[in-house]
């Protein structure tokens, strides 16, 4: 779990550092709206990231599809790395306005970071990318 957590906060900083992506949201960021309170319940930030991407679904479409070591799929939670669009998987039965109360659009993804080396992670997003 260390080592995920350890991943994740490295891949959300690089997510924030880049100009295709509009946020990420995870707790082990300073710009995350529960960061204070993360820092005090939690050891480390976890190992799920969402990100919104500042282009249209299609981009994060293209993204996905590039990623050569990071499976797609719709269950996140794995010793693998899993990315997943809940626009259109998790939370496509849910009406366009809820979907939206909730923060998720088509240029959404959460990825769950796994085991592997995350310098081998950071190149295949950035390749993706």
């Known amino acids: 779990v260390k080592r995920m957590n350890n991943s994740a906060q490295l891949i959300a900083e690089f997510f924030e550092s880049r100009p295709e992506i509009k946020s990420v949201r995870y707790p ?3 710009s995350h709206p529960g960061y204070e309170t993360a820092q005090k319940q939690m050891d480390g930030g976890g190992s799920t990231i969402g990100i919104e991407f500042a282009g249209k679904q299609n981009d994060t479409f293209k993204f996905m599809n590039a ?12 010793s693998k790395s899993l990315i997943t669009h809940p626009a259109s998987s998790t939370h496509r039965r849910l009406s366009p306005e809820v979907q939206a109360e909730m923060g998720i ?15 081998d992670l ?3 997003i950035e390749e993706a990318l």
Request: glycine share 12%; hydrophobic share 35%; proline share 3%.
């Open 122 to 124: 950071l190149r295949d």
């Open 67 to 78: 990623l050569r070591i990071i499976d797609i799929s719709n269950n996140l939670g794995d």
């Open 105 to 119: 659009t088509g240029s959404v993804l959460r990825l769950s970071v796994g085991l592997e080396h995350p310098e």
């Open 28 to 30: 082990g960021l300073k």
